[in-house]
């Protein structure tokens, strides 16, 4: 067969538009005398490597096969399946000839499409179809085939003889309606994860058979790779029961977390080192860590059983943003992680910003809501580094510094963040020579009078400067200090230090002024902590009313006990406070109970109450609730003027932030502030 139609263009042309951009295709320029003699006079790499295990004289043949070509047809056009015979086999081309004028010769352009070699790769495709299909049929295992949406694209016959289905109305159904209720969550996880590349898979899932009762099966689900693009998956069956080694559930066991059913740490890494070593060039991925905000103190009131059943609600809400880009795993405790592959800073943002939208809506269990925020940290490849580790730290960085600079929203790593322990372990050790390296120091945060303006009240926050990491944020190291137990410790260095400033203003002839001390719950449930008050209290002749003593909720777990040391603080003098108020799950019957002074409203209801009504409307009726009480209120982060106006109109009595001062070191402190409280 041949196309009829006479193509003609100029020599350069032809080599520029048919040679230069098509040089695997081999091509031939033949020229043809006035006596009808043809003679070669191009001959491009292309076809000369057909013929380079063959003599010269083979690209000779096919030069005059071609010629003979020409000859008994000429017109130019496409020939199709032209018979080649080269060293006495036979190769099959489609032909096209070109003729190019060049105003005084005639010279014919050829191309040649090999056929042979389009036949011989539909032989090797068929075979690899046929093998295939032989694997799929024979094998003893069921399998059936779903596609990316979920439905079953085909099963092999054993899945039919188990389960008892005709393939016939399995086939174009989804999945999921084979899938008990309770085993759709670890399902549905399953199939997402495998989405994303790798293989993964669950145990005792319930696979309805068709009679209606339900059969109890390990299930591996093979991503279908097409093209480098995940397009559906393989599901192999076996049943629970029938399983006779503990092979496939020591594997499960060993990459999952048994809670959530999330890939776990060893996955994290494993994944993350592989993505790494077979990163393009130009390619970006991030390493998103997640960290719930005070969700220690969720197990603490409500109970480990309850903080599980939230992290698993959690767990299926960070879940909905799996996808073929973006993986997750629990890395431990309350803490997630994403590994996001494809997606530029902007998109990784918007990510992020999703995720703290996802984590902020209401959780509930037995009918009781929860409000749970999160704190995220964010590392980068290449720009941040190159290797797991590297990545795996500075995210974690990125994240304290959030959890530090005021909780539920997200941060990059910045270079000026290295400065930390490279692990626990190392921090711990310093962590015990702190104090006698004098690297603890106080700084004082002012509290402000909404109505007046006056400063009459500080609180008193802990700073660690360490001579080799530099400063390390309160978020790393007080919850290692309360683990080792070295917060006793820490804790009665700090009350000293506060006495003694309290002290020292008293004799300079200042007037009263309060300063608020952390406490944490382990120091509070001290048989004798509010002795050792009132020791420090006359160790240095202060005023017990310039002391206030601030406690959290969680401290505060056993009612007579914590009663008993309350009333003992108040007989003393003391002032008491509850820091993060309204972030607890305590009954609020202890308010009417126990004799508190002042109530903290955590700064995660001032932060953008100007904009969440929500916010305002929790903050305007805890100072009520106070106030009703006969308690004083400070509002804890305040940032803004419209914050205050909000404040004021609720007839709050103080705030703290950065809108007036940060925690500044006491040298500070003398200059700037006590100037304004000398009588």
């Not at 000293?496 to 120091?523: D, M, T």
């Not at 777990?557 to 008993?564: N, V």
Request: contains cysteine; hydrophobic residues 35%; proline residues 3%.
């Amino acid at each position: 067969m041949h196309n009829s139609s006479n193509k003609k263009l100029a020599i350069s042309d032809y080599l520029l538009n048919v040679v230069k951009e098509n040089p695997s295709i081999p091509t031939y320029m033949l020229k043809r005398d006035e006596q009808n003699g043809f003679s070669v006079i191009y001959v491009n790499d292309a076809a000369i490597s057909i013929f380079q295990p063959f003599e010269q004289s083979s690209l000779e043949a096919v030069s005059n096969q071609l010629q003979t070509l020409i000859v008994s047809d000429e017109k130019c056009g496409i020939h199709q399946n032209i018979p080649f015979t080269i060293q006495k086999k036979q190769y099959t081309y489609d032909v096209t000839i070109i003729l190019i004028e060049d105003g005084i010769e005639t010279i014919y352009g050829v191309t040649m499409y090999d056929r042979t070699k389009d036949e011989n790769e539909k032989s090797i495709l068929k075979g690899y179809k046929e093998k295939y299909l032989s694997l799929f049929n024979n094998n003893l295992d069921p399998i059936i085939l779903v596609c990316e949406n979920g439905n079953i694209l085909d099963l092999n016959a054993i899945t039919s003889k188990i389960l008892d289905y005709d393939p016939k109305i399995l086939v174009g159904q989804s999945i999921e309606q084979l899938i008990e209720e309770n085993s759709m969550r670890n399902f549905q996880l399953m199939m997402k994860q495998t989405l994303t590349g790798y293989a993964t898979e669950i145990q005792n899932c319930l696979i309805r058979h068709v009679k209606g009762h339900y059969l109890p099966m390990y299930i591996k689900a093979i991503p279908m790779e097409t093209n480098n693009n995940v397009s559906g998956f393989y599901l192999v069956l076996r049943e629970t029961a029938t399983i006779s080694d503990e092979q496939e559930q020591l594997y499960y066991l060993a990459y999952h977390d048994h809670l959530t059913g999330l890939w776990n740490r060893r996955a994290l890494k494993e994944h993350l080192r592989d993505t790494l070593v077979n990163a393009e060039p130009g390619s970006e991925l991030s390493v998103v860590r997640i960290d719930l905000d005070r969700f220690k103190m969720i197990n603490e009131s409500l109970g480990y059983n309850y903080g599980d059943e939230l992290l698993k609600k959690i767990a299926d809400r960070l879940g909905l943003y799996i996808d073929k880009s973006s993986n997750l795993y629990r890395q431990s405790g309350d803490e997630f992680v994403f590994i996001i592959t494809d997606k530029s800073r902007d998109e990784t943002s918007e990510f992020a910003e999703n995720i703290l939208i996802e984590l902020s809506k209401p959780l509930y269990l037995d009918h009781q809501e929860y409000f749970v925020t999160a704190s995220i940290g964010i590392s980068m490849y290449p720009y941040d580094g190159k290797k797991m580790d590297e990545l795996l730290i500075k995210a974690d960085q990125a994240l304290y510094i959030a959890k530090d600079r005021g909780r539920a929203h997200y941060r990059y790593y910045q270079e000026q963040m290295n400065l930390a322990f490279p692990n626990d372990a190392l921090m711990e050790s310093h962590l015990r020579r702190a104090i006698e390296k004098e690297e603890f120091s106080i700084h004082y945060q002012p509290q402000v009078n909404l109505v007046t303006g006056e400063i009459n009240s500080f609180e008193a926050l802990l700073r660690w400067n360490n001579r080799k990491f530099g400063y390390v944020s309160p978020m790393n190291f007080i919850p290692i200090a309360e683990e080792s137990g070295m917060i006793m410790q820490i804790g009665d260095w700090v009350l000293e230090e506060v006495c003694i400033q309290l002290k020292y203003w008293q004799e300079k002839g200042y007037r009263p002024v309060r300063i608020a001390v952390n406490i944490s719950p382990k120091q509070f449930i001290q048989d004798n902590f509010a002795m050792k008050i009132h020791e420090k209290i006359q160790k240095y002749n202060i005023s017990p009313s310039s002391l206030e003593v601030e406690i959290t909720e969680s401290a505060m777990t056993d009612m007579q006990d914590t009663f008993t040391t309350l009333k003992e603080l108040k007989d003393i003098g003391v002032f008491i406070s509850i820091d993060d108020f309204g972030t607890g799950y305590s009954s609020l019957s202890y308010l009417k109970k126990y004799p508190i002074d002042i109530i903290k409203i955590d700064q995660s209801f001032i932060k953008d109450m100007e904009l969440d009504d929500k916010n305002a409307a929790i903050a305007t009726t805890i100072i009520q609730l106070a106030h009703s009480l006969g308690m004083e209120v400070i509002a804890e982060g305040v940032e803004k003027d419209r914050q205050v106006e909000i404040l004021k109109s609720a007839n709050c009595q103080k705030a703290q932030g950065y809108l007036f001062s940060k925690p500044i070191p006491i040298e500070h402190i003398n200059e700037s502030y006590m100037q304004h409280v000398k009588p």
